[in-house]
């Protein structure tokens, strides 16, 4: 716990969470915060979600699952508060000390590759995938210059995903 609170020089109170389902909680519920799990928005927050666990507030908790970097500017869902953009509501919130981030995988196709490896063969899939990250890159950066315009003066912690899937 020393280490992954060591990148905070404030409580995580005043942080916030963006992004997708890896941020949102979507692998470690049900049960999911209210109005994250009806027809209408499928976002699948959970107070077991890692940024909740580092002490994240629910309040602060924006990150929903199936989300894109369009998602960061328009909204997801046909219900509020996940009908606008995650960076709208960011700056509706009280300034952030730090904002946490997992984005990319759903740009990238994330949830085919892992449909494909688990129905029969994946090989191929990733190699397409892997082509098709070179052109991410330039999108995820103008994204965190997004975030970082959005929440003057908060450390930007760009987080990886696990590795699921072995290099060979």
Do not use: K, M
């Not at 049960?31 to 909740?52: E, I, K, Q």
């Not at 602060?60 to 995650?86: E, K």
């Not at 090989?123 to 970082?148: D, F, K, M, T, W």
């Amino acid at each position: 716990a020393h280490a992954a609170g060591a990148w905070f020089h404030t409580d995580a109170s005043q942080a916030a969470s963006l992004g997708d389902s890896f941020s949102s909680g979507e692998g470690s519920g049900p049960p999911f915060d209210p109005g994250t799990d009806v027809a209408g928005n499928r976002c699948h927050r959970s107070v077991l979600a890692w940024p909740r666990l580092l002490g994240v507030p629910v309040e602060r908790h924006l990150a929903c699952s199936g989300a894109t970097i369009a998602n960061l500017t328009a909204g997801q869902s046909a219900l509020a508060p996940d009908d606008r953009g995650q960076l709208v509501r960011l700056g509706e919130l009280a300034p952030a000390s730090a904002v946490l981030v997992t984005l990319g995988g759903n740009d990238a196709g994330f949830a085919e590759v892992l449909r494909r490896c688990v129905l029969g063969s994946c090989v191929a899939l990733i190699a397409q995938r892997s082509e098709a990250l070179a052109a991410l890159g330039a999108r995820l950066e103008a994204a965190y210059r997004q975030i970082a315009t959005a929440a003057p003066g908060a450390r930007v912690l760009v987080v990886g995903y696990p590795e699921i899937i072995p290099e060979r």
